[in-house]
């Protein structure tokens, strides 16, 4: 399944800074996921507060490369667009440091998707938007801090 940014469908709503950050940063081909400067945790999706500690998270941006850590395959939706998408796969993606984020990734057949494949994400950019998707990362270059550091 390949998007086409032609036809429109749901965009999440705006409706605070760190969403609005979130997309913005993804429509200019950029993945920001939130740090805390007080106690180190990590987390997305984004919000005011860290979850751990209560401190203000900071966004920094991340490679938007990781693993596919599991997935499902959607056969069935009853909207457009996904209707006539359909199958298509969604996946958690794992990125390096072990943010997990969730996505469909495109540019291959559903049933080549396997756990703990290499994908990209990449926006589909609807104004100021930033839609992520992810496709297969057919590069050669590790997935940095595939070991689990934050890379
Ligand atoms: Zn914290």
């Given at each position: 399944m390949r998007?086409?940014?032609?036809?429109?469908?749901?965009l999440p709503r705006?409706?605070?800074e760190y969403t609005r950050t979130y997309f913005g940063e993804w429509a200019a081909g950029r993945l920001v996921v939130q740090h805390c400067p007080e106690c180190g945790h990590w987390q997305h999706y984004p919000r005011a507060l860290c979850e751990k500690c209560g401190?203000?998270?900071v966004f920094e941006e991340q490679e938007p490369a990781g693993v596919v850590w599991t997935y499902t395959i959607i056969r069935q939706m009853g909207t457009e667009p996904?209707?006539?998408e359909a199958p298509y796969p969604v996946a958690m993606i794992a990125l390096a440091g072990g943010?997990?984020?969730?996505?469909?990734?495109?540019?291959?057949e559903p049933e080549q998707v396997r756990i703990g494949m290499r994908?990209?994400?990449?926006?589909?950019v609807y104004g100021e938007?930033?839609?992520?998707?992810?496709?297969?990362?057919t590069s050669d270059q590790p997935v940095a801090g595939e070991d689990g550091s934050h890379g």
């Amino acid at each position: 399944m390949r998007i086409n940014p032609t036809v429109s469908r749901p965009l999440p709503r705006l409706g605070d800074e760190y969403t609005r950050t979130y997309f913005g940063e993804w429509a200019a081909g950029r993945l920001v996921v939130q740090h805390c400067p007080e106690c180190g945790h990590w987390q997305h999706y984004p919000r005011a507060l860290c979850e751990k500690c209560g401190a203000t998270p900071v966004f920094e941006e991340q490679e938007p490369a990781g693993v596919v850590w599991t997935y499902t395959i959607i056969r069935q939706m009853g909207t457009e667009p996904f209707r006539s998408e359909a199958p298509y796969p969604v996946a958690m993606i794992a990125l390096a440091g072990g943010i997990k984020i969730m996505g469909t990734i495109t540019d291959c057949e559903p049933e080549q998707v396997r756990i703990g494949m290499r994908v990209r994400g990449y926006p589909v950019v609807y104004g100021e938007i930033g839609l992520p998707f992810w496709r297969p990362d057919t590069s050669d270059q590790p997935v940095a801090g595939e070991d689990g550091s934050h890379g």
